[in-house]
C-alpha cells in the first residue's frame, strides 16, 4: 500500500484543545484488495482531502474531484469483470458524530463496465453495464439506513439484442425492512428495431424474507400494458415471474402489429384481440423455465402471400425452454388463404421437447376447399431438422366448384378428386413430388375455346379433332400430377381418357395436359379473384384418339 497526502491544518492551543483540519491533495495506491467474492489489483484513490473534528465534536471526512480506478477487478463464480473500472466521485463526505453514529454522502459518476456471466450451459454471456450518477445518503453505522438514487443508468445485452436505458431507481435502506419500496424505472428495447421500446415501472418491497416486485412493462404510445409481479427469496436463491395477463386490441387506423417491432413488419393488417400471460421460476438446483398462454379471439392477419380470418382458440404452454405442451391445443379460424383459400380450417397440435427445440406434433388438421376436405393426420414437423415431410390428402373435392371458382376461364366440369400431396419443407423451399389426384368415377369436362377456336381448328386435322372433342368430353378416367421443385416453380400435368360423343361417334381419345410457370404468380392470381384464360395451357395440349 502506498499513501500521499500534501496539505496544511491550523496549529489548535496546546492549553485548549479545540478543532482541527487538515486538506489537501490526497492518493491512495492498494496493490491488492479481496473482500469475499471480489478481488481487485492496483487500486487507486485520489482527490482532494479534507479531514476535520475535535474533542467532543463529529469527526468529518470529505474528497473532493476524487475518483476511484481498479486496473484489473475480478469476481469469483458466474460474473467476469473486463478492467479497468474507473469511478468518478465528485463529492463525498464521511462523518461520524460523537455517539458513534457514521453518514455518508457521496455523488458518483461510474463509467461503463462490461463483464460476462456463466450461463447453466457452460456459455458466458456478455453485458455492458453503465450508468450517469449515483446518489448516496446513508446511515453506516451503527446500522444501514439511508437512500441510494441511480439516474441513467443501461445494461446491454448485445448477443440477446436487449437493452435497457434510462434505469432510474430510488432503494431505501435497509433492504428488507418491509418499508418503504424501492421505485425503479427503465425503458426495454431491441437496438435492431425487432421489438419498439417498452417503459417498466415497478415497486420493490421486502416482506418474509422475500423482494417482492409489482409493476407493469408498457407502451404508451399503443396502449399496451402487462401487469408484473416477481418474488425473489434471498436465503433459497428462488424466484418467479409472471407477466399478465395482457390484451392486444388490434383495429384499423389504431393498434396493427408493425408499431410493435420490424419482426411484425410483414403483418400489413390485423384486426381482433390477443391475450397474453406468462411465468417463469427460477431456481439454484434446476434450469429455468416456465409458461405461457395465448387466447385468440376473432383474430385476423394479413401478410403479402396470405391470410388467416378469425382465428379463435388458445395455446397454453407448459414449458418454455424448450416450448411444449402436456394437452392438445385446438385453434380454428374461418379462413386461410395461402395459394388456394382454405375454408373452416382447424389445427389440432401438440408440442414435444427435443435436444434441439421443440417438435410440432399435428394430430389433425384440416380444413374445406370446393366442397371437399384437405387433412393432415398424425404428422410431425421438427423446425431444427434439415427437412420436414407431410403427407397432405384430399377428399371428395368437386371439380366443377374447382374449375369455377379457381381455375380456366371457359372450363366447366363435374366429378369428384381424392388423392395425397407429398410436401417437403426444407432450407431451400417447399417442394412436392408426384402429387397425385383422380376421379373418383366418371364425369365431363367442357372446354369453350372462344375467340381462339378458329385459329385452333385450322392447325391440322388432329388439332381440331382434340378442340372438338374438349368441348364436351365424358371421361372414364381422370388423374392430376402436381410437382414444385423448392425454386418455386410448378407444373401441372391432367391425364384424361374418354370421349365425345359427338365427334367420330364417341371413338375414345386419351389426352395430356401440361400447365407450367412460375408458382408465385398463378396463386397470386387466384387470391386476387382472378380466373386464368384457357391460353395458359392450350400450348401445352397433347393427345391422341
Known sequence: MRFSFSGSSPMPSLRQPAAASLEGPFEARLDGLRAGNLAVKDLVVKGRLGLSGGPGQAVTATLLDGGIEVSSPSVSGDLRIEGPVRLAIPSARLERAPDGRIALDARVLPEGLNATIALPDGRRMAVGISAKE??????????????????????????????????????PLPAGSGGEPALVSATVSMPSGRLAPLVLDARVTAEGGAFLVNGTIASPDHGLRIPLQARYLAASAKGSLALGPATLEFRPNALQPKALGSALAMVTRAAGALDLSGALALA??????????????????????????????????????????????????????????????????????????????????????????????????DPAAAGNELEIGIQGLSL??????????????????????PVTFSAAGMAIESGTLRAEGGGVIR????????????????????????????????????????DGSL?????????????????????????????????????????????LFRGGLGGAP
Open 134 to 171: 449515483i446518489d448516496a445518503a446513508l446511515q453506516v453505522a451503527p446500522s444501514v439506513a439511508g437512500r441510494l438514487r441511480l439516474r441513467g443508468g443501461a445494461i446491454h445485452l448485445p448477443a440477446q439484442d436487449i437493452l435497457a436505458e434510462r434505469i432510474e431507481a430510488t432503494i
Open 284 to 381: 439454484p438446483d434446476a434450469p429455468l423455465d416456465g409458461t405461457a398462454g395465448a387466447q385468440f379471439r376473432d383474430l385476423t392477419v394479413e401478410t403479402a402471400v396470405g391470410a388467416v380470418e378469425h382465428l379463435n382458440g388458445a395455446i397454453r404452454l407448459d414449458g418454455l425452454f424448450p416450448p411444449r405442451t402436456t394437452g392438445e391445443q385446438t385453434l380454428s379460424a374461418r379462413r386461410v388463404v395461402a395459394g388456394l383459400p382454405l375454408d373452416e380450417p382447424s389445427l389440432r397440435f401438440h408440442l414435444e421437447a427435443a435436444p434441439a427445440g421443440s417438435i410440432v406434433m399435428i394430430d389433425r388438421a384440416e380444413g374445406k376447399i370446393a366442397e371437399g376436405t384437405v387433412f393432415v393426420d398424425g404428422a410431425r414437423f
Open 447 to 486: 372446354v369453350a375455346w372462344g375467340s381462339s377456336r378458329d385459329a385452333m381448328m385450322r392447325q391440322g386435322e388432329q388439332v381440331a379433332l382434340m378442340v372438338r372433342a374438349l368441348e364436351d368430353f365424358h371421361y372414364s378416367a381422370l388423374r392430376l400430377t402436381i410437382d414444385r421443385p423448392a
Open 491 to 535: 407444373s401441372l400435368k391432367v391425364t384424361m381418357e374418354g370421349h365425345n360423343p359427338a365427334v367420330k361417334d364417341g371413338y375414345p381419345f386419351r389426352f395430356n395436359v401440361a400447365l407450367s410457370g412460375e408458382l408465385e404468380k398463378i396463386l397470386a392470381a387466384i387470391r386476387e379473384g382472378g380466373r386464368l384464360g384457357t391460353d
Open 400 to 421: 366443377d366448384r374447382l374449375l369455377r371458382d379457381y381455375a380456366m376461364e371457359g372450363m366447366s366440369g363435374t366429378g369428384t378428386l381424392s388423392g395425397v400431396i
